[in-house]
């Protein structure tokens, strides 16, 4: 591979991504991201409204489309769109998730506790995070495997890599208002182990498979938590949701081509120590 100036790695001029989850938090700076490099970028999520409205924001002809990471024909019907449209699929972020809250202060410390985390709750999560991933990678992906190029970005987290600190979710007083559910660390573990699993089986695809793991965000949590997780992070803040454009850049384009199987951790130190 001849050597390229920086700009020009950095570059995805003409480049077809695909976002899943991508009006949430964190999705939409992934698009704006992608986009600002030059991507055409096809903004999926499970409500067309939203996904339409927010891809008209974008340049290079992006698209909103509707897209349920959980059903394989929404998956399918995607990925015959975009083959009769462009031909060819390059960039492909799995971001969607489900990251299961408990909205009633008064019942959320009783349901949230391990002993009584709903079955329900855990299969919504492994559903969307764990099987959306693989039927998101195993069809789209497969256009990548066969034109023989191609990068997969799986988001992870830090809760992949650590257990979720349950002090976090104490208030002033030091009452536990929550706990955060097995369900998510789990799932997000599993994004880990996925991406090294696809990254050795596509080795041979010209196909890169990363992950890249976020730590918290910052929006509207409580000030307890916001200062609890900001005094457990070495860089002292929680992060904005812009914080992961650079590295999503990095990951997708040629800048990395010498990476995969990787988890790429940007999350303000919180997992070294
Ligand atoms: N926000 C954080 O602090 C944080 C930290 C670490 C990792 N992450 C990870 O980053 C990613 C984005 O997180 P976020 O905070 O933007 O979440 P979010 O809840 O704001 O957005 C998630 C999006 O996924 C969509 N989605 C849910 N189920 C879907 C399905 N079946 N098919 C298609 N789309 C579906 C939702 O509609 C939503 O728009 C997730 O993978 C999350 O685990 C987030």
Known sequence: MPEKKVQDLFSL????????????LIGKYHCKALNEAGATVIVCDLNKKDVVKFASTLKYNSLGIELNVTDKKSITGLRDYLLKKFGRIDILVNNAAINDMFENPESAIEQSKFENYPVELWQKSL????????????????????QKSGSIINIASTYGIVAPNQSLYKDEKGKQTFYKSPAYPVTKGAV?????FLAAYWSKNGVRVNALSPGGVENSQKNFFIK????????GRMAQPFDYKGAIVFLASEASSYMTGTNLVVDGGFTIW
Do not use: H, R
């Open 192 to 196: 880990i182990s996925f991406t090294k």
């Open 228 to 235: 609890n997780y900001s005094g457990k992070t070495p860089l």
């Open 13 to 24: 001029k003409g480049k077809i991504a695909i976002v899943t989850g991508a009006v949430g």
């Open 127 to 146: 559903d969307v995070n764990i099987t959306g991933m693989f039927l998101c990678s195993q069809i789209l992906g497969s256009v990548m495997a066969k």
